[in-house]
């Protein structure tokens, strides 16, 4: 944030005004509802159709035609019950496209101008005992790309801005929408790229993909994403949505669109989403469950934006400050640390930045980073580095000191450790994790006693031999190894003869 914002970590900053906000300025949703505020609604032809009540026609001309705030301030004392009663009369009676566009800028702006005036459709709703959201979330099934975003964008400042709260059911599936519509970025883009290789074709400035100096990012899928992780933004601000946002599993949706190539906007947007969750303590606790860490690490080493490096800088830290158990703190450095993180953090203290708080951070994050380095133990390394799911050759693997001490800790947390080894054997595709996988596991069998009945019982075994067909040769060789662990009983004479056989080899581990 900028020194006259609000310093990100003590508190949440408010979001910058629409009228000032450049995203809101450019993004497809303010571009087309510009267009359309210069258009012009014949209210008289609905009236004389008698598609609109006579009440509804005068109210809405008198609105439409009110030159300045001081008059449509005038007109809502005066008729306050007629205009959430017109409004949502006009939205349910007409059907016209382009006029019903044209009633959602207006309401939009009219919220826009005065967040009390939410009060106005949450009052009309409690006198006629009726639902506030049913008239809105109904048109979020409609066709037209922009009447479903201006809605949502609608239903946003209606739950974050009313005295009482969106309701359970409506609120799930709100927030389920919002996650499906992100949903769609991933997966357009990634049609997109697989369609870009199967021709071998390089992006034109046709197909609205933006480059710079980082690379390619898309912008390709749901044109109105920027407006969609702006309405996430807003509702995540308070705690109650944000426990919500947890349970539609929403968490998982947006380290999925991260994870795809995006631009530096949608990163933003969506970093901002997660860091406004970790100011709860439990969600920060349970944040890196997802993977948050080295995702982000990835976007961080690739960032050229401030603003993104900013906000990354700001998930870590409340990563680190704001759970209430110290061990997931320490957790966290760790994995910071195995994702090269301090590496970054020396890269960026040669940068000048404009912001005095990103300084601060990377001070902040140093020291904490560094004095878990000095804490770390092999087995904490060892746990960071397989939680992560980034396996490779790092020393704990080679040393047979290691596997003599925590074999065992293996089966620590219901065998936690060996369910995620087991997960990389089952899903990965990478010939290096399968490797270093394929041949902890035959530590594990090689130096605890009952190692080899609960690979068995875990269904490890049949994993580790299906490997042997594999087509990388590292693969094949450490899953051979593997399994000749898994069956011979006389270790001594094993490690004898596996000595001689990489000796003779000069070694094939890559």
């Known amino acids: 944030m900028s020194s006259n914002q609000q310093n990100e970590r003590g508190k949440i900053p408010s979001l910058p005004d629409e009228k000032i906000d450049m995203l809101a300025a450019t993004s497809v949703l303010q571009?087309?509802?510009?267009?359309?505020?210069?258009?012009?609604?014949?209210?008289?032809?609905?009236?004389?159709?008698?598609?609109?009540?006579?009440?509804?026609?005068?109210?809405?001309?008198?609105?439409?035609?009110?030159t300045d705030g001081k008059a449509r301030e005038e007109l809502l004392k005066s008729q306050r019950g007629q205009c959430a009663k017109t409004f949502l009369s006009l939205l349910g009676h007409v059907s016209k496209d382009t006029t019903i566009q044209y009633i959602l800028v207006m309401l939009d702006d009219l919220l826009q101008e005065d967040r009390s005036r939410v009060e106005i459709f949450r009052e009309h709703s409690a006198r006629k005992r009726e639902s506030l959201w049913s008239p809105f979330l109904n048109m979020l099934n409609r066709p037209d790309g922009f009447i479903v975003n201006m809605t949502s964008r609608i239903v946003a400042k209606l739950a974050c801005w009313s005295v009482e709260p969106m309701e359970r059911s409506d609120l799930q599936f709100y927030l389920t929408w919002l996650k499906d519509e992100l949903q769609k970025q991933t997966d357009n883009v990634s049609e997109l790229i697989e369609s870009a290789d199967n021709i071998n074709l390089a992006p034109s400035s046709d197909d609205h993909i933006s480059h710079d100096a980082v690379g390619y990012e898309i912008t390709l899928g749901n044109d109105y994403i920027q407006s969609v992780a702006r309405c996430l933004q807003m509702l995540l601000r308070h705690d109650e949505y944000r426990k919500a946002f947890i349970a539609v599993d929403g968490v998982t949706t947006l380290l999925s669109v991260l994870s795809s190539r995006q631009n530096f906007q949608?990163?933003?947007?969506?970093?901002?989403?997660?860091?406004?969750?970790?100011?709860?303590?439990?969600?920060?606790?349970?944040?890196?469950r997802y993977n948050v860490i080295p995702i982000l690490a990835d976007i961080l080493s690739d960032s050229v934006?401030?603003?993104?490096?900013?906000?990354i800088l700001a998930v870590y830290r409340n990563l680190i400050e704001k759970p209430e158990d110290n061990a997931i703190s320490k957790e966290n450095c760790v994995a910071m640390v195995h994702c090269k993180v301090l590496k970054q953090l020396s890269i960026l203290e040669q940068r000048k930045f404009d912001d005095e708080d990103i300084q601060s951070d990377i001070e902040f994050l140093n020291e904490k980073l560094h004095n878990s380095v000095q804490d770390l133990s092999s087995?904490?390394?060892?746990?960071?580095?397989?939680?992560?799911?980034?396996?490779?050759?790092?020393?704990?693997?080679?040393s047979a000191k290691f596997w003599r001490e925590n074999a065992g800790r293996l089966n620590e947390k219901n065998y936690e450790l060996l369910h995620i080894l087991i997960k990389i054997l089952e899903t990965s595709r990478d010939p290096l994790k399968l490797s270093v996988a394929s041949f902890d596991i035959g530590e594990y069998v090689r130096h605890y006693p009952r190692g080899k009945n609960i690979i068995e019982q875990l269904g490890a075994k049949q994993l580790v031999m299906q490997l042997l067909g594999h087509e990388d040769y590292n693969v094949r060789y450490e899953a051979l190894l593997a399994v000749q662990k898994l069956m011979v009983h006389n270790w001594e004479y094993l490690g004898k003869q596996l000595e001689k056989e990489q000796g003779q080899s000069g070694g094939v581990k890559a």
């Open 305 to 311: 934006k401030e603003k993104v490096t900013r906000i």
């Open 379 to 398: 087995f904490d390394e060892y746990a960071t580095e397989l939680k992560s799911g980034r396996l490779e050759w790092s020393p704990v693997h080679k």
């Open 31 to 66: 571009q087309q509802a510009s267009e359309i505020r210069q258009q012009r609604v014949n209210w008289q032809s609905y009236q004389q159709s008698q598609m609109i009540s006579n009440e509804d026609y005068t109210f809405i001309v008198a609105l439409d035609t009110a």
């Open 266 to 288: 949608i990163q933003y947007q969506l970093i901002f989403c997660l860091w406004v969750l970790t100011f709860n303590p439990e969600m920060a606790g349970r944040m890196n």
